[in-house]
C-alpha cells in the first residue's frame, strides 16, 4: 500500500503514524466519496446531496474512528504484506455494509464518541 511504502516499517511509532494518516487523509476522503456518490445514484438533487452529507457526516467519521485505528493497527502490525489488501478489503466489506444501513436509516445515527 501506499502508505507502507512511504513509512516501513512495523515499529509502534510507525504503526501510529500510519493509522494518523490513514485517519486524517484516507477517511474522510472514502466515506465523503461513499456518501455523495451513493446519494447521488439515489438521484437525489445537489442540494439534498449536500444535507445528507452533513447530517450524516460526522457521526459515521466518529464511528470510523471508534473501529478503523484498530484495524489498521492489525493490519500494519501483525498482517504479513501479501495479505494487507486482503484483510483490508474484508474488513471494508463489512464497514460498507455497516455504511449502506447509517445511509439508510431515517433516524441519526449518534456515534460512540458523541454521546
Known amino acids: 500500500t501506499l502508505i507502507s511504502r512511504l513509512l516501513p516499517g512495523t515499529t ?8 494518523l494518516v490513514d485517519q486524517i487523509c484516507f477517511a474522510p476522503v472514502i466515506l465523503s466519496t ?20 452533513k ?3 460526522v457521526s459515521t467519521w466518529s464511528t470510523g474512528a471508534c473501529v478503523w485505528p484498530i484495524l489498521t493497527a492489525i493490519n500494519y502490525r501483525i498482517v504479513p504484506l501479501r495479505f494487507r489488501t486482503t ?16 445511509k439508510s436509516r431515517d433516524v441519526p445515527w449518534k ?5
Not at 34 to 53: R, Y
Request: with cysteine.
Open 12 to 19: 509502534v511509532p510507525h504503526v501510529m503514524i500510519k493509522v
Open 34 to 53: 461513499f456518501l455523495i456518490v451513493l446519494t447521488a445514484m439515489e438521484g437525489k438533487t445537489s442540494q439534498e446531496l449536500c444535507q445528507q452529507w
Open 55 to 57: 447530517d450524516k457526516f
Open 87 to 102: 484483510y483490508i478489503g474484508v474488513c471494508s466489506f463489512f464497514w460498507f455494509i455497516f455504511l449502506a444501513h447509517l
Open 111 to 115: 456515534s460512540p464518541l458523541l454521546r
